[in-house]
Structures are given as structure tokens and as C-alpha cells.
């Protein structure tokens, strides 16, 4: 259909998109989470390049009629990898962050975009109760957001020895030995993947685990040993573990970093919001004495993918890791974010994450977090008065980790869990909810994690009846 510069339908097509997208919010609690045909619909866009185009407004028709190949995420009962939805605020947001189409990179490129993310790191640190005195960074996700963190920290490890790691690199100094890494058995992929980025490896981290413990809890007194003959190192607290939101002993590990002077990276991704609410922010006190912390966005603030944050104690050793230089670009002192992480072109995520905590506050994000703590304990307590499900582990913050158990089905272990993978499979297909498999203390479980902003007591409930629905007719 020619060039772009030619499409006299623009405005045309993007006011019936509009009407599309709110069509589809409208139906969007009482649409299945997965629609049978998702996997032939999400197929149908296969096929080779047009020669021709088919102009804008048949190819946004097509996509508009695909809608039954994307799962129903941003619905009230999508309970799988801890998503959230995007609160109405943070959503009309981001579609005006698209439509102006800016490069979030300096304050050349977009005053805007740097302006909000300062507002919107400062915001989240006051959010989070963390010292204003740090710095951070708004990232695509929590991997991002790792990598970034563990890139400040590998620069202070190195600069401990006496190395710029960031100018010289890893081999450009027979003085630097491995970089020691400890942390419980709740770390999570993100944060190995990131570390195998830096150079630094997957299995760089030695995974502390008491004896006999099937959860995963890190032996403070094996870190203690490592920290007193280590010398520099790295030590990495869970806040929020993915399958039963457990939490390291975050306190008390930062009185050992403290003492030994090892470094304190804290991977809150979705368990750093217990501390919006006084119930639960005990479970993450001592976050704010460590020495970078991150979070997601697209889990609890319920912003739009993707999103992340990422604080440090010392802002400065964001620019040493990150900084970059050509005539051409700006070199001044205003906010240029492309200086501060891995991104150099960066989406103005900023514009959804201000406007939703402008739109809502600390209370609005307080009364959320709280109504999905007490929707875990109601959906736990459905589990543990069950006499076919057995509950796991204490629902301590958002996810209720059960499995699926009939009376008698004790007696055969292997055959229980592969009823429940079978089970689990089922329960997706079936639409009306949608939570994983995992494997947990052994067993293979549900994991559905509470963290969508529409989720309401109907929602969890449906939760334990479709699996006490179909749990029968596959043993």
C-alpha cells in the first residue's frame, strides 16, 4: 500500500485501535485467560514478508481479531510468573510514552523522560522506605535490573583489589582472583543469569543451605565461615522466593556483610513490596542497609512491561560501570540515564511508573498490596480446609504454594506428583485460571502468585475450585 509517509488513514486506524483496546478491557474479567485455539491463532501470523502491503487499517484489523493468541495476562485470574496487571493511570501513560516516542537516554534527547525517572526513583525510594541518599535506575525487568546492581558491585569487588574492571576488564589484570559469591538456596535465575553476563559465571554462587532443609534457608553460620577468610566479597539476599515468597534473613546477613565488608545485593523483584505494608515489612527489614536492591515493575507496581528498578548505595559506581563517551553526546550534568545502565536507547517507561504512583499514592499501593496479603490467606485457607489439597507453606506474603493430594494418594509419591503436572497442564487448558507447576520441598506444586490489581475474592476463589473440578477425573 506505499509508504508510510502516503497512509492518509493514521488518525483513522489509531482511534479504532482505541476502541479495540477498550473493548477488550472491558471484557477483560470475564474473558477465559486462555482461549482454546491461542496456539493456532498466535501460528496464523506466520508466513513470509509481503512484497505489497495490506495498509494499516487491514493489518490492525488482523491483529485486533488475533487477540485469542495473547493469554489474558491483564485479567484478574492470570496468576502464573507473578504478574501484575497495569492500573488505569499507568496504562494511559504508557500509551501517550508511545505515541510522543521518546528516547529516554539524556536530557538532550528527552527533558521529560529524565525529569520523571529522577522523580520516579526518588518516589520509589521513599515507597520502598529506603535512604534518599541512594541512587538508581529504571530497567527493563528484574534480569536487567540484576545485572545492573551486580555490575556496581563487581566494580567495587575489583576496586578492592585494585582493579578498574570497567576500563580494564576481567583479564586485564593477573591480580584478580574469582569474585567469592554466597547466598541461599532461594536464588533465582535472574540473578545467576546476570552474573553469567558480567563475566562472573551461573555457578559463580555457592548456595549456603542448612542441613536437612528442604527449602531452601541459607546457614548463617557457613556464610559467617566464608566471610571471615574470604576477603572481598559478594553476598546475595532473596526477598520473596518464587515459590512460597519465602524470605532470607535479611538482617541478619547484613550484620555479617557489615562486619566482614562484603557487599549486600538484595533481589526483591516482587518480595520488596512486603515493605509497604506494616504487616508484612518485617519479613524485609534490613533492605535498607544493604548495598543495592532491585525490584520489578510489571509484578506489584502493576506498570506496564517492561519495567524494573535497580538502587545502589553509592549512585557513582552506576556511571563507573555504565558511563559511555563520543563526540556527539551530551556531556553534561543533567539526568542521562544512558550513562547509568545497560541501555543506551531506553523507552520512557517513566511516564507510566509517575504517572501511577502520582495517581495513586503511598496509600493507594498500601490498600492494594494489603487486599492481595489477605486474598492469600483466603485462598490458603480454602487449600488447608481441603480434605484432596494440601497446602505447602504459609502463605506469608502473595503466592499460596499447594499440590493437589486425594485421600490415600500419599502412598506413591512419584505417581502424586505426576498427577499434579498432569493436573496443572489441565488447569491451563481449561481457561479459567492460569498458575504453574514447580518443584518445591520435592514435591511438584501450584504456585499461583496474587498480583494483579483487578484480583478479587471470586478470582482465588475459582482457584481452588477448578482444581478440585478436574483433579478427579485424572487420577
Known sequence: ???????????????????????????????????????ATARSFGGALPEDGIGSPAALEQLVGGLDGAHTSAGPRF??????????AALAADWLASAIDQNSFSWVSSPLGGQLEVT?????????????????????????????????????????????????GLAGSPALPPMPIWSSGHVHPSATKALAMLGLGRDGVERLVVDGDDTGSIDLDALARRLSTSGPSLVIANAGEVNAGLFDPIAAMADLCEEHGAWLHVDGAFGLFARVAPETAPLAAGVERAHSVIADGHKWLNVPYDCGFSFVREPARL?????????????DDQPNFGYLGPESSRRARSLAVWASLMA?????????????????????????????????????LNIVCFRYAPPGSDSDLD???ALNERLGAAVNDDGRVMFGTTRFRGMTAFRPAITNWRTTEPDVDLVADVVRELGPGLV
Open 79 to 88: 496468576f502464573h510468573f507473578v504478574t501484575g496487571g497495569v492500573t488505569p
Open 415 to 417: 505417581a502424586l506428583d
Open 1 to 39: 500500500m506505499g509508504d508510510p509517509l502516503e497512509d492518509a488513514r493514521a488518525e483513522e486506524v489509531l482511534r479504532s485501535t482505541v476502541e479495540a483496546a477498550l473493548d477488550y478491557l472491558r471484557s477483560v474479567g470475564d474473558r477465559p485467560v486462555r482461549a482454546g485455539t491461542a496456539d
Open 120 to 168: 520516579a526513583v526518588r518516589w520509589l525510594l521513599d515507597l520502598f522506605d529506603l535512604p534518599a541518599s541512594w541512587g538508581g535506575i529504571l530497567t527493563t525487568g528484574a534480569t536487567t535490573a540484576n545485572f545492573t546492581a551486580l555490575a556496581a558491585a563487581r566494580s567495587w569487588w575489583a576496586e578492592q583489589h585494585g582493579v578498574d574492571v570497567d576500563r580494564d
Open 360 to 396: 495513586y499514592g503511598r496509600s493507594g499501593y498500601r490498600a492494594m498490596v494489603e487486599r492481595h496479603l489477605a486474598l492469600a490467606r483466603r485462598l490458603a485457607a480454602r487449600v488447608d480446609a481441603a480434605p484432596d489439597l494440601e497446602l505447602l507453606a504459609p502463605a506469608t
Open 319 to 331: 556511571a563507573s560501570a555504565f558511563t559511555l563517551a563520543a563526540a556527539y553526546l551530551p556531556a
